[in-house]
């Protein structure tokens, strides 16, 4: 009894984050499995094309971003090619969902939505302001990893790249 007055904040946040979460990145799923009858299967569901997603605001806008600092470098796709001086070769750089940032950016809204819920119970322009800031300062972040990434691969190979992208 006396741990839950003392942290009552703390867990109303973390049961309506765990919510907002479930609703966000894990029913969709279970409801196309339902309705497809594919229950028991592996099956990602999304709600956009994820390959034209990721072209649009991460593959393409990196590439113009490189080109723009003189870099020979590319996009088709989820694809970008560059060139890789360490080896002598044009390498090309598969951008998958998971490296969008999608992920990162609905953790984020959960987090300040689950926040503003609980401590302030209210949603105002503060926090749409914040909620746009914070996704617009993610999304250029991811834009600048990817792209020093790129620039990784183009100075010291591809395996550099890879090193990188893991650590």
């Known amino acids: ?39 028991g299967e592996t099956v ?14 991460l593959s393409k806008p990196v590439s113009v971003i490189l080109q723009l600092l003189g870099y020979n470098v590319f996009s088709n796709g989820s694809i970008i090619t560059f060139e890789d001086l360490e080896a002598g070769l044009t390498r090309e750089l598969y951008v998958a969902k998971s490296c969008s940032g999608i992920e990162s950016i609905q953790i984020f809204v959960a987090g300040l939505l689950s ?10 322009n503060e926090v749409i302001i914040l909620l746009l800031a914070g996704v617009f300062i993610s999304y250029l972040a991811n834009l600048i990893r990817m792209s020093f990434l790129v620039l990784i691969g183009h100075y010291y190979g591809i395996s550099t790249l890879e090193w990188a992208h893991e650590t």
């Open 44 to 57: 990602r569901f999304s709600f956009f094309n994820s390959d034209l997603v990721v072209y649009t605001f």
């Open 1 to 39: 009894q006396h741990f839950h007055k003392g942290y009552s904040n703390e867990i109303s946040f973390f049961l309506v984050f765990i919510i907002i979460l479930f609703i966000s990145m894990t029913l969709p799923t279970q409801i196309y499995k339902i309705l497809s009858g594919s229950i």
């Open 115 to 124: 926040y503003c819920w609980v401590f302030y119970r209210k949603f105002n």
